[in-house]
């Protein structure tokens, strides 16, 4: 592009601070909107006592509250197998490593999901060595081969090590040596580990026999109003085992404050879609996707039209300086309506919500390619594949 840069240089220190900058802002800003809607914020620990009351352990000692509604939103935290012991320093797991208590010579990674990849980017390009330990023969189960593939791709051209077909079966330390060992014999030596291999729900310190909620594998069995099998209980996010994404926890939260209020009888009222969640991968290139997938459409013998064009065709890419990746979008042959899509490159993150707002609103693509986008914009690459 005619520019000359220098290689930038890390400060740990600062990235934290960083970090910690932008949580606490984010935190003080919801904090003060709750406090300006007279919610009373309370820092314990609530279990239930009955359907109607939960006790909340406090500093200051414990204290019983009496509700009408609940809504359960613990969260999950992450998975630890019984054949390893995280101890934050060089064996983490994925709350350690968000700052890292240090940038890692060689860091394993052990799951190849969307959050261990996204930890392998970050790790790559702070300048660790990688290595990747994946179960299967690709990374990101469940995606779309040809998004996996491209990531792969640029995870060898920087470096990083896979390890394909080995499923980890444990994790030692030995002074600033981290063994991963794997069921097929071998052994990644590094001087840290990184465990991404998914979490568990917070609900075994809930009580909830007492409340009378069912669960499944500690999740909290909820019906389409995010309704557990007591009326005025809820449930909300990763606990209710639904997507472990933020924005379906939100917007489980909006319809359970308006079920919670009547509203929902009172005008048009949507069920969530938890098959029409659009979600990203933050990874180098982004990776988003939304609906069904081709992958999907194949395994179900279900018709879709695949559409693909790769973003080398963008003007604004080629001006980016950055051609990688694809849109791919899947309609029914028959009505045009757009079923899913996914986005490999630049941005994805933002892109996909135009093919979101298509399949949540079952526009076709004719709708998609008759609107007019700016020029030039990576959009546009959406218009070319509807067209
Ligand atoms: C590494 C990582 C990256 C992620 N990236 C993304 C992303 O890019 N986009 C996205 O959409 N999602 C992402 N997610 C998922 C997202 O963070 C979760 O889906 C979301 O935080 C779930 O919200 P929640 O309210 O259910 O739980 P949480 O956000 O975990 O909040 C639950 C809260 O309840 C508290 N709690 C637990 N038990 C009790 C109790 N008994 N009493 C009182 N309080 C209690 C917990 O301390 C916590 O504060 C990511 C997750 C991980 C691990």
């Known amino acids: 592009m005619g520019l000359e840069t220098t290689s930038p240089n890390i400060d740990r220190d600062n990235l934290s601070q ?18 300006s809607q007279h919610v009373r914020l309370m820092h314990g620990t609530g279990r239930f006592l009955d359907p ?7 500093e200051e000692g414990e204290e019983e509250i009496e509700a009408d509604a609940v809504l359960i939103s613990t969260g999950s935290r992450p998975r630890v197998p019984e054949w ?16 890292p208590p240090e940038i890692p010579d060689h860091l394993t990674v052990v799951g190849s999901g969307v959050t261990g990849v996204e930890f392998v980017h970050m790790f790559a390009s702070l300048g660790s060595e990688v290595t990747l330990i994946v179960s299967r023969q690709h990374v990101l189960p469940g995606k779309d081969p040809e998004v996996a593939y491209e990531l792969e791709e640029n995870f060898i051209s920087r470096g990083v090590k896979l390890l394909k077909g080995a499923r980890s079966t444990s994790i030692e330390r030995d ?12 052994t990644v030596e590094s001087s840290h580990a990184l465990l991404a291999i998914g979490s ?20 909290v069995n909820i019906d389409h109003n995010c309704q557990s099998n007591v ?10 085992g639904k997507l472990p994404l933020s924005s379906v926890a939100t917007m489980q939260g909006r319809k359970i404050a308006e079920h919670v209020m009547g509203l929902h009888s009172e005008r048009p009222h949507r069920h969530i879609s938890y098959s029409q969640a659009a979600s990203a991968i933050f990874t180098e290139p982004e990776i988003a996707d939304v609906g069904i997938s081709q992958a999907d459409a194949f395994s179900e013998g279900r018709k879709v039209r695949v559409t693909k064009v790769p973003f080398s065709a963008s003007a604004k890419a080629l001006i980016n300086d950055d051609p990688r990746g694809f849109v791919k979008l899947i309609s029914d042959p028959a009505t045009g309506v757009v079923l899913g899509g996914s986005i490999v490159g ?32 990576l959009s546009e690459t959406l218009l070319e594949a509807a067209e």
């Open 231 to 240: 009326s005025h209980i809820y449930a909300a996010g990763d606990v209710s």
């Open 84 to 99: 390893c012991t995280p101890d934050g320093e060089r064996i983490l797991t994925t709350r350690h490593a968000y700052p």
């Open 346 to 377: 630049r941005h994805a993150a933002e892109l996909i919500s135009i093919i979101a707002l298509c399949v949540t609103n079952e526009l076709t693509v004719s709708d998609l390619a008759e609107t007019l986008f700016v020029h030039p914009t």
């Open 52 to 58: 109607h009351t939960i006790a909340v352990a406090t």
């Open 175 to 186: 002074g600033d040596v981290v063994r991963v060992g794997c069921d097929d014999g071998r």
């Open 18 to 35: 960083r970090l910690d900058g932008i949580t606490s802002h984010l935190e003080e800003s919801m904090t003060g909107l709750l406090s």
């Open 200 to 219: 568990i729900p917070n609900s075994d310190q809930l009580n909830l026999e007492a409340a009378g909620v069912e669960s499944e594998w500690g999740f």
